[in-house]
Nanobody, 123 residues
């Protein structure tokens, strides 16, 4: 049974950093792609980043490119999202998701989701 559990969110000042974790279980992390999404109140869900297990290829939304880094630790079944130079507009609930695909496909209907972790960027 696939489980995803996010952690690492919190309150941070603009310009600060956070590292989100997505602990996975029930599948092999080197087989499935993992994506991060975020959703702020009153807005739609936004794809943030994705990492493919095939060659470690990483993809980023333009809004976070150059500030966020996705990585995975297969030994610990965990995917990370390192977030730097945070802005108030990065405030949202961040979710990780996965499905039985090894590729990062835009607009894909990911099957499994974590419960999310809140990130608030405010002074």
């Amino acid at each position: 049974q696939v489980h995803l559990v996010e952690s690492g969110g919190g309150l941070v000042q603009p310009g600060g950093s956070l590292r989100l974790s997505c602990a996975t279980s029930g599948f092999s992390l080197d087989l499935y792609a993992i994506a991060w999404f975020r959703q702020a109140p009153g807005t739609g869900r936004e794809g943030v980043s994705c990492i493919s297990p095939l060659d470690g290829s990483a993809y980023y939304a333009d809004s976070v490119k150059g500030r966020f880094t996705i990585s995975r630790d297969n030994a610990n079944d965990t995917v990370y999202l390192e977030m730097n130079s945070l802005k108030p507009e990065d405030s949202a609930v961040y979710h990780c998701s996965t499905d039985q695909i090894p590729l990062c496909v835009p607009h894909y209907p990911w099957k499994w989701w974590g419960q999310g972790t809140q990130v608030t960027v405010s002074s």
